[in-house]
């Protein structure tokens, strides 16, 4: 069911209505209909009746077919009525009315779900009986199958599909094939391991993301590994079922057809014309009759394209080489005559054709192009195609290294890249290859190589003169020691290079110092102002001059560190930083950068589900790929620290146990979670050790984090740590460059800990509006405020401030909100004494539950339906009851309403 979620979710929901419902889901063979429908039925309570008739190729003669498939075997038929239905000699609409009175006594009056598979070959009658149905009332579900591309005009589901669209209200399902993704999670389900990106994008592009093939491939090489899965040839029975769709070709078309697997993935009208002396006319009738078939489809004006790949592949297999040959070489010749201008096509058919030289020029030309435009993966095949024949080529070596870096393949990226190093005769080759190894190298977590290349940096920058290639150099040590948190190393280079860019006027170089300036200065409390203001006025000129790394590493930097003033700037730095690493094809922003930042954006809204939701989706996207490196666990650390927030205390545990199966993680990382966990859990031994091991750890790191200090000292102080520890702990986690709002909140939280409440109070009115801190810890600051007004005997002020803390923490949860209403109870304060409860404020998905609350649904059967834990679906009915001031999930229909 990967990949189909929601279609289920919307299947159950009609199944589970009181009312009649129809669905008609559609897709492509073996695109998952059939599994769609049974997975569902294994959802229905027990006393749903269920009825599933197929129809067959060939049953258009044959009158009931698909009612008659659905009742065969079922004892409780009256023969009678299956002689009436099957008589010739009565009349249509006596057999009609027969059908259903039939399916009427199977039914009664108990929940049913008839399912009518490929009403493409339906019959007359079955076409005529599903629309009848249709009519009838009561808890009923009516599902049709049909595939889109199999229906004429001449049959009759074609005119039973827009009679129903006019008289019902019809649910459509259509089933798109898998994205890259969801092939990945395909393939990881299917094998229990991860799978790289290089065997997920090859399996998909040869499978075009259809679930039936790519289990075929699966089933029929049992423990291949996947990356020498992509190798292999089809499984005979595959390949029988793909060329049967040309099995009957007149010559000509089969000429064409044989010619257009040669051609490539796209090909053009007028180059098939030419490669197959095709005159214009016979060529237009032989691409319709492929296109009607199913085996092609028109991607493009004068374009086309196989349907599957596989197909394509099948086809191709039977053909001899020297037939493939000769196609390949008059290709060339007409894209050589007629100048191409895709380097792609060329490099493949010059390959095809055994001409290298026009191969390696065109796999020069085609990388750097796809580079240019984002298509990163595009120009790492064509640069190993290259390499295939040259393996020594500098030029195709940092194509081949730079491509992999942005398409997220490190361990290919920094294979290609020490080749590079090692090959590279001039001091500015390796220079430049010396900077993407730095790279490389502390994003697999490798500190100690990530010394080594910056001192080879160092060494160089002494060879080189003056000019672009020193300044470069020296924009690789800034970015060296951006990375390993150096500020005044940072600063030394990144200002070293700037005066050179501006001696001599190197535009690319000054953008990329300031990037690595503006990136260091905005993590710092004191200098963020100026950090902002250095990387907000380069983003325009980045892009104009097509330098989208440097764009997106820009709006990454701004949105990771002190984020925008509103929710909306924020978004629309997010969306334009997606875009341009989009452009750049740089994979690490346009995917697991960006659902962290959609993340922190909810965290800006106060929204702690949409949060999660976010880091969940994007955890989702990444974790079935095969990774290393800082990356291979991007959304984990994260995603434990809301799910601590959340109190969803057994996530955090399997958290931090995929986290600690991973190498290099930083020595922090599990102990701090360990730490949070046991206080989270009141384990006082358990989090007295882990302390000690964390603040160990924490001395070697030259970074601090504010919200992670308030964080921990808030679950330190719930679990009732000692005082002597408590001020260890909140040494070791405040240091100059905290900012002064967040190191004021652990002040505060110390002294009021320490009962000096005036002082608490303090601190905390200082930093109630203070913007850095986000609208959650805003809320948990007037929560402790109107603790310490109460403990100063104000409650007057104190009720004034748990308004202020339930407007912040309104869609939040855990233990923030005990916290709030620990200090409403004492107040003496009821739930809605300061809210308008109503529908408008439920979130998203406390919406989606009260809808399925209307119908009838258990908790289990809500998990069941929402892929929840029972646990969280407690949570969320819970959370519906208090926001509707409601005390029965019967009354949540008379707020809510249907769906």
């Known amino acids: 069911m990967i990949g189909r979620e929601s279609e289920l979710r919307r299947l159950?929901?009609?199944?589970?209505?009181?009312?009649?419902?129809?669905?008609?889901?559609?897709?492509?063979?073996?695109?998952?209909?059939?599994?769609?429908?049974?997975?569902?039925?294994?959802?229905?309570?027990?006393?749903?009746?269920?009825?599933?008739?197929?129809?067959?190729?060939?049953?258009?003669?044959?009158?009931?077919?698909?009612?008659?498939?659905?009742?065969?075997?079922?004892?409780?038929v009256d023969e009678e009525q299956l002689d009436a239905l099957t008589d010739a000699r009565r009349s249509p609409v006596e057999r009609l009315h027969t059908g259903l009175s039939l399916l009427a006594d199977l039914t009664g009056d108990a929940p049913a779900v008839i399912v009518f598979e490929d009403l493409h070959w339906a019959d007359s009658e079955s076409a005529a009986l599903f629309e009848r149905i249709a009519d009838q009332r009561g808890p009923r579900l009516l599902i049709g199958t049909y595939r889109p591309e199999e229906v004429t005009r001449r049959q009759p589901v074609a005119g039973l599909l827009a009679r129903m669209e006019r008289r019902h209200a019809v649910s459509h399902v259509r089933l798109d094939r898998l994205t890259p993704s969801q092939t990945a999670a395909l393939l990881a389900a299917a094998t229990g391991a991860p799978a790289s990106m290089r065997a997920v994008t090859a399996l998909h592009h040869r499978t075009g993301g259809n679930p039936f093939f790519l289990e075929e491939l699966l089933r029929a090489l049992p423990g291949v590994d996947l990356d020498a899965l992509v190798e292999q040839p089809l499984p005979w029975s595959l390949a029988e079922v793909l060329r049967r769709q040309v099995e009957d070709l007149e010559a000509v078309s089969l000429r064409i057809v044989e010619a257009a697997t040669v051609l490539g993935h796209r090909i053009p009208f007028d180059l098939l014309a030419d490669v197959t002396d095709a005159g214009e006319d016979e060529l237009i009738l032989v691409l319709r009759d492929l296109v009607t078939r199913g085996v092609l489809v028109e991607s493009g004006v004068d374009e086309f394209a196989f349907r599957h790949a596989l197909v394509r592949e099948a086809i191709g297999s039977q053909m001899l080489g020297r037939q493939r040959r000769r196609l390949h070489e008059a290709?060339?010749?007409v894209l050589l005559r007629g100048g191409s201008s895709d380097p792609a096509m060329v490099a493949h058919h010059a390959c095809g054709a055994g001409r290298y030289d026009d191969m390696i020029a065109a796999a020069r030309r085609g990388a750097a192009l796809y580079l240019s435009i984002g298509s990163a993966y595009q120009a790492l095949q064509l640069a190993e195609m290259g390499l295939d024949e040259l393996p020594d080529d500098i030029e195709l070596l940092a194509f081949a290294a730079r491509s992999a870096w942005l398409a997220g393949l490190l361990d290919d990226a920094?294979?290609?890249?020490?080749?590079?190093?090692?090959?590279?005769?001039?001091?500015?080759?390796?220079?430049?290859?010396?900077?993407?190894?730095?790279?490389?190298?502390?994003?697999l977590r490798e500190p100690g190589e990530v010394r080594t290349l910056t001192h080879d940096i160092e060494t160089l920058i002494a060879q080189l003169p003056p000019g672009a290639d020193q300044a470069r150099a020296m924009t690789a040590i800034a970015q060296s020691a951006y990375l390993t948190d150096e500020v005044d190393t940072v600063l030394l280079w990144s200002d070293r290079a700037l005066a050179l860019a501006d001696e001599f006027d190197l535009p690319a170089v000054r953008l990329a110092a300031l990037v690595e300036k503006g990136s260091m200065l905005i993590e710092r409390?004191?200098?963020?102002?100026?950090?902002?203001?250095?990387?907000?006025?380069?983003?325009?000129?980045?892009?104009?001059?097509?330098?989208?790394?440097?764009?997106?590493?820009?709006?990454?930097?701004?949105?990771?560190?002190?984020?925008?003033?509103?929710?909306?700037?924020?978004?629309?730095v997010l969306e334009r930083m997606r875009v341009d690493a989009e452009r750049a094809g740089f994979e690490q922003l346009s995917v697991a950068t960006y659902y962290r930042g959609r993340a922190r954006l909810a965290l800006r809204t106060g929204d702690l589900n949409a949060a999660i939701e976010a880091l969940e989706e994007g955890r989702e996207r990444d974790r079935n790929y095969r990774r290393r490196g800082r990356w291979a666990e991007?959304?984990?650390?994260?995603?434990?620290?809301?799910?601590?927030?959340?109190?969803?205390?057994?996530?955090?545990?399997?958290?931090?146990?995929?986290?600690?199966?991973?190498?290099?993680?930083?020595?922090?990382?599990?102990?701090?979670?360990?730490?949070?966990?046991?206080?989270?859990?009141?384990?006082?031994?358990?989090?007295?050790?882990?302390?000690?091991?964390?603040?160990?750890?924490?001395?070697?790191?030259?970074?601090?984090?504010?919200?992670?200090?308030?964080?921990?000292?808030?679950?330190?102080?719930?679990?009732?740590?000692?005082?002597?520890?408590?001020?260890?702990?909140?040494?070791?986690?405040?240091?100059?460059?905290?900012?002064?709002?967040?190191?004021?909140?652990?002040?505060?939280?110390?002294?009021?800990?320490?009962?000096?409440?005036?002082?608490?109070?303090?601190?905390?009115?200082?930093?109630?509006?203070?913007?850095?801190?986000?609208?959650?810890?805003?809320?948990?600051?007037?929560?402790?405020?109107?603790?310490?007004?109460?403990?100063?005997?104000?409650?007057?002020?104190?009720?004034?401030?748990?308004q202020a803390a339930a407007t912040l923490l309104a869609q939040w949860g855990g233990w923030r909100l005990a916290d709030l209403a620990r200090v409403r109870t004492r107040l003496g304060l009821t739930e809605t004494d300061h809210a308008a409860p109503g529908p408008s404020t439920l979130t998203p998905r406390e919406r989606e539950v009260a809808i399925l609350i209307t119908d009838g649904l258990t908790n289990t059967e809500l998990a069941r339906r929402l892929y929840i834990s029972p646990k969280t679906a407690a949570v969320h009915v819970s959370n519906i009851l208090r926001k509707l001031n409601i005390s029965s999930r019967t009354e949540v229909a008379a707020q809510v309403g249907g769906p």
């Not at 589970?16 to 429908?37: F, Q």
């Not at 294994?42 to 077919?65: F, H, K, N």
């Not at 590279?424 to 730095?438: D, I």
């Not at 990387?535 to 990454?556: F, M, N, Q, T």
Request: charged fraction near 25%.
């Open 12 to 76: 159950a929901r009609l199944a589970s209505s009181s009312e009649p419902a129809v669905a008609i889901i559609a897709g492509e063979p073996g695109i998952g209909k059939t599994r769609l429908v049974h997975e569902l039925l294994a959802t229905l309570p027990a006393e749903t009746v269920v009825l599933i008739g197929q129809a067959e190729p060939g049953s258009l003669s044959r009158p009931y077919e698909v009612l008659l498939d659905a009742v065969d075997g079922r004892p409780e």
């Open 331 to 333: 290709a060339l010749d």
């Open 414 to 443: 920094i294979r290609y890249g020490r080749r590079w190093r090692d090959l590279a005769g001039t001091a500015t080759e390796r220079a430049e290859s010396l900077y993407l190894l730095v790279r490389l190298a502390w994003e």
């Open 525 to 572: 409390s004191r200098t963020t102002a100026e950090g902002r203001r250095i990387l907000s006025g380069l983003i325009d000129e980045a892009e104009a001059a097509g330098e989208w790394v440097l764009a997106a590493r820009a709006l990454h930097a701004l949105v990771d560190g002190e984020p925008p003033t509103s929710p909306t700037e924020h978004a629309a």
């Open 634 to 802: 991007y959304h984990g650390v994260f995603l434990a620290g809301l799910y601590l927030e959340a109190g969803e205390l057994d996530r955090v545990e399997r958290l931090i146990a995929d986290l600690a199966a991973l190498p290099n993680n930083p020595p922090t990382t599990i102990p701090g979670l360990a730490f949070h966990l046991a206080c989270r859990r009141g384990d006082l031994p358990r989090a007295e050790a882990n302390m000690n091991e964390f603040v160990k750890a924490l001395a070697e790191q030259l970074w601090r984090s504010g919200e992670q200090a308030h964080d921990l000292i808030a679950a330190a102080l719930e679990l009732g740590l000692p005082t002597e520890m408590l001020d260890r702990l909140a040494g070791a986690l405040l240091d100059g460059e905290v900012w002064d709002s967040n190191r004021i909140l652990v002040n505060a939280q110390l002294a009021e800990a320490r009962g000096h409440h005036a002082e608490a109070l303090a601190g905390y009115l200082s930093i109630a509006d203070a913007h850095i801190l986000g609208p959650v810890v805003r809320g948990t600051v007037h929560v402790n405020t109107a603790r310490c007004l109460l403990a100063l005997d104000r409650p007057g002020e104190a009720a004034t401030a748990t």
